[in-house]
């Protein structure tokens, strides 16, 4: 009887005894929730981290692209209506450019006075291109060949129906280009759209331009309305 009572005993104090060691649930639970408590935060800081990243990132890239690569211009006057308009949002680039007929270009002549804006203008020739104006027919050929114009059109019939059918385009203020002419190495010759309201490369304060006075090609308008720019 006294080892039966005996083992009853050890076995009461094994249960008792593992009943203690037994973590309480409720314990165990907080400890999980703790847990992933910490692991939530740190993931939000981590999230937060490279979001930050990706933000400077992505703002220096910015700032080196409109420095390098991209520049904003805004449009003042109608020398290039109706293709562009006064205070039009542009964007522009130089990047690997290399000038041909048909550009808008934004140029700071030499000859420009120094408190006013850079002009922008439509490319006609480049160096060793050959160019004669028909002033009185509103047509320019260069290398011999008719140049397809359509955005001189709406402002060309606008001056019609003021002045008449028999309106001409301006004509150049320098004798040398009221023939035909080559366009100089290293030079360009600019016209702007509104033919008859555009001091470019026919006055005598511009004549042609040099390349190296271009600051980059209209790649699109950003307002009023966004698209590329033809």
């Not at 205070?87 to 007929?101: A, G, Q, R």
């Not at 490319?123 to 028909?134: C, L």
């Not at 366009?183 to 309201?197: A, H, K």
């Amino acid at each position: 009887m006294n080892e039966f009572e005996n083992t009853t005993q050890n076995e009461d104090i094994l249960c008792e005894s593992a009943v203690e060691e037994t973590p309480d649930s409720s314990e165990v639970n907080a400890e999980i929730i703790q847990e992933k408590s910490e692991k939530s935060k740190k993931s939000i800081l981590v999230y937060l981290y490279e979001y930050l990243e990706t933000f400077v990132y992505a703002l220096v890239l910015m700032v080196v692209l409109l420095l390098f690569v991209f520049r904003p211009v805004t449009v003042d006057g109608a020398s290039m209506q109706h293709t562009l308009h006064h205070e039009d949002k542009l964007v522009i680039s130089n990047l690997l450019y290399t000038p041909k007929t048909g550009d808008i270009v934004v140029i700071n002549p030499e000859n420009h006075d120094n408190d006013q804006e850079p002009i922008i203008k439509r490319v006609i020739a480049t160096e060793g291109q050959t160019v004669f104006i028909d002033y009185a027919n509103w047509a320019v050929y260069v290398d011999g060949v008719k140049l397809d114009e359509p955005y001189i059109d709406a402002m060309r019939k606008e001056y019609q129906a003021i002045f008449g059918e028999g309106v001409i385009m301006h004509p150049s203020e320098v004798d040398l280009y009221n023939g035909e002419f080559t366009v100089s190495d290293g030079m360009v010759f600019v016209m702007g759209d509104n033919r008859n309201n555009s001091r470019d490369s026919r006055s005598a304060s511009y004549g042609e331009m040099s390349v190296n006075r271009i600051l980059g090609r209209v790649i699109l308008r950003v307002s009023p309305e966004f698209g590329l720019v033809d």
